[in-house]
């Protein structure tokens, strides 16, 4: 991958996954044997490791390893600590236990190109096992022994309880609808990475402002990576997702795009209030997206919170790992799935 980022290292040309491809390497070993061994339940073994086949892309690790080893860096370190290497365990554990959740709440059929947990198994032992995988978490975390860390990494599942609760909801008048998403959407996705970066950074021993810096490197980035998730749901095949498209629309979500396009085609609020349960409203709602702004919109709104995590990396001292901070805030705004 040949990246060339404006005001950054010159002639630096670097691949993030190639950069910390031994800190990543067996990450989904090692995280389906803290699940094989913390229980004696063996059909919970196949259902709170199904997801960690190696097969997913493995983005909060990235990140968190990412800004660890350039924090580290900064510190006058060229090291990962254990502790660091454990948050980015965590990271993808708490993403994947919410995905068996998500699963059963949204009856999905298909993920990652394979049927969805939830087809396989009941939805109560798959309910089960999600909060397995968050109890493991927290066993991980206590072996950690730092107190900001435990109240940084437990604000996540504060966080996407939170989130789900607000997704169930929704806002009568425009204005209170985008503020409603947006912070739906930091809890539900961006904290967890803005929270994790937080962590690492707490371990590296750094000063409050510091830690502050890597919090909102991850708020801006995780927020990115959502809006342009909402984005491919309305311009991707199902096939390049590995899972069905349009599906924040047939489950009566008004996603950014959507959000958007009602300045333009007003009458997408009403369908917006009754969650597009009528028939024809996905169709249509997904037609007048299309028609507007909407699109461009949400990806300008997306480059807007790379920009501001591009910031932040580039006032860390210049190693590969901060150049690979920045490349990834590029990947986030073009990547396809």
């Known amino acids: 991958m040949q990246t060339q980022m404006p005001g950054s290292l010159p002639d630096y040309q670097i691949d993030p996954y190639r950069l910390i491809e031994d800190d990543l390497k067996d990450i989904f070993d090692e995280i389906r044997l803290e699940l094989i061994n913390n229980n004696t339940q063996e059909e919970l073994h196949p259902i709170s490791t199904y997801y960690f086949d190696g097969q997913g892309k493995a983005i909060r690790p990235m990140f968190t390893i990412l800004m660890a080893r350039a924090i580290n860096y900064h510190n006058g370190r060229n090291d990962l600590s254990h502790s660091q290497r454990q948050i980015a365990m965590i990271s993808e554990m708490i993403h994947t236990s919410s995905l068996l959740h998500d699963d059963v709440i949204d009856q999905s059929d298909f993920r990652r190109g394979k049927p969805s947990v939830n087809v396989v198994w009941s939805q109560k032992k798959v309910a089960m096992a999600g909060n ?4 493991v978490t927290c066993m991980m975390i206590s072996r950690i022994r730092n107190d900001d860390v435990t ?9 996407l309880v939170q989130g789900e609760f607000m997704q169930l909801g ?7 609808r985008f503020a409603h998403y947006l912070t739906k959407t930091y809890r539900k996705t961006s904290s967890l990475i803005a929270n994790c970066v937080k962590a690492v950074a707490i371990l590296s021993e750094v000063d409050d402002h510091m830690i502050e810096m890597a919090f909102q490197y991850g708020r801006n980035v995780g927020l990115a990576f959502q809006l342009v998730d909402d984005l491919l749901d309305f311009v991707a095949s199902s096939a ?8 924040d629309l047939k489950l009566g979500l008004a996603t950014a795009p959507v959000l958007f396009a009602c300045e333009r085609y007003p009458e997408l609020n009403a369908m917006i209030m009754r969650r597009f349960q009528e028939p024809g409203d996905v169709e249509k709602a997904f037609e007048l997206v299309h028609k507007s702004n909407g699109l461009e919109q949400t990806r300008f709104l997306a480059k807007k919170h790379c920009v501001e995590a591009n910031k932040i990396a580039q006032s860390f001292a210049k190693s590969p790992y901060q150049k690979a901070l920045m490349i990834m805030t590029d990947l986030v705004i073009n990547r396809m799935k």
Request: glycine share 4%; aromatic share 4%; hydrophobic share 35%.
């Open 151 to 159: 109240v940084t990494i437990s604000q996540i599942i504060n966080d």
């Open 132 to 135: 397995y995988i968050l109890a």
């Open 240 to 247: 390049a997702m590995g899972k069905p498209t349009a599906t």
């Open 170 to 176: 929704s806002k009568e008048t425009e204005n209170e």
